[in-house]
């Protein structure tokens, strides 16, 4: 992927940057609540600072519905940018604010939630035109905003040629990432895909059927594989009209020689909250009043040693009710097994 990088920006000492940064942090009592993204977010615009840019960073937070929300505002994000810099970080409390623009080299601002504007969302040319007109420049570091056409990541990049727009260093890196799980993977390449649903991730399986040599199944979607073997699944969470989709995906993955594991045993219980049963039961054996909740003890050993012998692995979703303590075992024990792996290992997703 030819992908435009800071390296190659033209006439960048001094210039006035748009940074579309992703600072989506969760946000309690008034405080950043977790500050992984800002982190993130600190080499490139370090790196652009140290050049005597002057910037305005840009991002959007929460839901918000293309109006001003309070509660998704970007104030405390700027507090806690300011401090992780530990330099001035001025806000501007509107994203249009005729005065976004950082009269200082080496100055940064942070624009309020670009989702206070409709035309965010809406991909509006007109929207991006004004959001880009004072910058010289367009620096993209927003990797997990990437995929949405979005007027600040779609219509704001092709507002500027080439050379006069960039990658930041986590969109870089990231990107190389999936190249080496995209291109060349390193065999044997395992994918561990879980989650609620299959019909979320159907492009994913059928595109992973194709490069794996085993695809481990977890989360609420193995059980529509299970229905899908003529298995009873009893109060699981479950996609009838998925099954014939998940009988082909089994079907593609058996015409390829791809190992495709499905839980031997399953944790289940009478209910999420306050159950007053749980115990583990093997997968063709699942009680009719009963819902699954996580994958059990033998399905975890097989995982295990699965990705002990894997090269390259690809995770992506949750092996059961991971939010619940009782039901996260599945899927710490994919995460200490990656852990402890010599693999390269990619984890995607928002969970």
Same mark, same amino acid.
């Given at each position: ?30 405080r ?13 615009l ?9 910037i305005?960073a840009c991002s ?11 509660s998704?505002?970007?104030a405390p994000?700027?507090a ?14 509107d ?7 950082a ?8 624009l309020?939630?670009l ?11 007109e929207?991006?035109?004004r ?10 570091d ?19 040629p080439?050379?006069?727009k960039?990658?930041?260093f986590?969109m870089? #890196? !990231? $990107?190389? &990432?999936?190249? %080496?799980? +995209? ?6 390449? @395992?994918?561990v ?14 595109a992973?059927v194709?490069?794996?040599s ?7 979607m193995a ?21 014939e ?5 089994l079907?593609?993955a ?12 399953v944790?289940?219980?009478?209910a ?31 995982? #295990? !040693? $699965?990705l &002990?012998?894997? %090269?390259? +692995?690809?995770?992506?979703?949750p092996?059961? @009710?991971?939010?619940?303590?009782d ?5 710490l024990?994919v ?12 984890v995607?997703?928002?969970e």
């Amino acid at each position: 992927m030819s992908l435009p990088t800071l390296e190659g920006l033209e006439g960048v000492g001094g210039a006035r940057i748009l940074a579309r940064l992703d600072l989506n942090v969760p946000i309690k009592d008034g405080r950043v609540a977790d500050d992984t993204r800002i982190t993130a977010a600190l080499p490139t615009l370090r790196w652009l600072l140290e050049r005597g840019c002057s910037i305005a960073a840009c991002s959007h937070l929460g839901k918000a519905k293309g109006e001003p929300d309070p509660s998704y505002s970007l104030a405390p994000v700027a507090a806690e940018l300011e401090k992780a810099l530990g330099r001035p970080v001025n806000f501007v409390p509107d994203c249009l604010d005729p005065s976004r623009v950082a009269a200082d080299e080496g100055s940064l601002l942070l624009l309020e939630n670009l989702r206070f504007y409709p035309g965010e969302k809406a991909n509006d040319p007109e929207f991006a035109a004004r959001l880009v007109e004072p910058y010289s420049h367009y620096v993209n570091d927003a990797f997990g905003t990437a995929h949405r056409a979005h007027a600040s990541v779609e219509a704001a990049a092709r507002s500027y040629p080439r050379g006069r727009k960039a990658a930041g260093f986590l969109m870089e #890196r !990231e $990107v190389a &990432a999936l190249g %080496r799980v +995209v291109d060349q993977p390193e065999q044997p390449f @395992v994918a561990v895909v879980g989650g609620a649903k299959v019909s979320t991730k159907t492009a994913p399986l059928e595109a992973l059927v194709g490069r794996v040599s085993s695809l481990l199944i977890g989360g609420g979607m193995a059980n529509t594989f299970f229905l899908a073997q003529g298995l009873e699944v009893g109060r699981s969470l479950v996609e009838e009209e998925m099954v014939e989709t998940a009988q082909s995906v089994l079907a593609a993955a058996a015409e390829r020689g791809i190992e495709f594991v499905l839980p031997n045993d399953v944790v289940v219980a009478d209910a999420i909250d306050n159950p007053q049963l749980v115990e583990v039961v093997a997968s063709n054996a699942i009680p009719a009043e009963l819902m699954v909740v996580d994958i059990g003890p033998e399905a975890r050993a097989r995982y #295990r !040693e $699965v990705l &002990a012998a894997a %090269r390259t +692995v690809f995770w992506n979703g949750p092996m059961g @009710v991971f939010e619940i303590a009782d039901f996260a075992a599945g899927t710490l024990a994919v995460a200490e097994a990656l852990a402890s792996s010599p693999a390269f290992s990619v984890v995607a997703g928002s969970e």
